[in-house]
């Protein structure tokens, strides 16, 4: 099994709609847990981090679900500068600080 | 700023032919780090730098080197390229690595390498 599981998608979704990622991990002991954007043939950049009670910024909002060991990404009132991958990177514990993106997902906004 | 930057930005090489890919960052940025970047393989962890003078093994650091003589530079060396190792290749920084804590990793655009 994958340390960090995404689906590669595409998800094409019409402007205005909303639509979620899911995000799932193996690893128990992971502490911290982000969301970086990535555009076609671009670098990654930091969108969001994702808090154990929950996180919102603006159209965005991260979940975390220790138990279901997954996280989420919630995108509402989608725009076209909203299509893009989106990567999912885990960070655990130990003495390694090990960071592990996920292999993204591919959103797509249709006019 | 000019943040992280990367050079070059596309290269061809030939079976057994070697090169050496520079990343600059101007942000005063202790750790540094190099990834290659497949389709379905996400990005994953060559080598990384805590500091200058220092140098780490990732996840995939077989037939690479790398070197950091300098804080802002950090350069990553393909001895003998093989077409395995036809990637797009990811530098970045970031402040401390914090137990506790996760510091933005910033990354430059990006070197797109094919090896024949």
């Known amino acids: 099994r994958k340390e960090v599981e995404q689906d590669p998608g595409p998800f094409n979704v019409p402007e205005g709609a909303t639509v979620a990622f899911n995000c799932t991990y193996s690893?128990?002991?992971?502490?911290?847990f982000f969301w970086y954007r990535q555009d076609c043939r671009k670098e990654p950049k930091l969108l969001m981090s994702v808090y154990s009670s929950g996180n919102e910024d603006g159209r965005f909002t991260a979940q975390l679900n220790r138990a279901s060991q997954y996280i989420s990404l919630l995108i509402r009132d989608s725009k076209l500068s909203d299509s893009a991958t989106y990567l999912c990177v885990v960070k655990s514990s130990g003495g390694y600080q090990k960071v592990t993106f996920g292999t993204g997902t591919k959103l797509q906004v249709i006019p | 700023n000019a943040g992280v930057t990367q050079t070059p930005k596309f290269r061809v090489l030939k079976t057994g032919q070697s090169m050496t890919l520079l990343c600059a960052q101007d942000m005063n940025h202790e750790y540094m780090y190099w990834y290659r970047q497949d389709p379905g393989m996400g990005l994953r962890l060559i080598h990384y730098s805590v500091g200058e003078g220092t140098t780490a093994k990732g996840e995939v650091p077989d037939g690479y080197n790398v070197s950091r003589l300098k804080k802002q530079n950090f350069l990553l060396g393909l001895e003998s390229a093989a077409p395995s190792q036809t990637s797009v290749y990811f530098c970045?920084?970031?402040?401390?690595?914090?137990?506790?804590?996760?510091?933005?990793?910033?990354f430059g655009p990006g070197t797109r390498l094919t090896v024949l």
């Open positions: 970045a920084s970031s402040y401390s690595w914090g137990r506790s804590s996760y510091n933005e990793q910033f």
């Open positions: 690893n128990s002991a992971s502490q911290s």
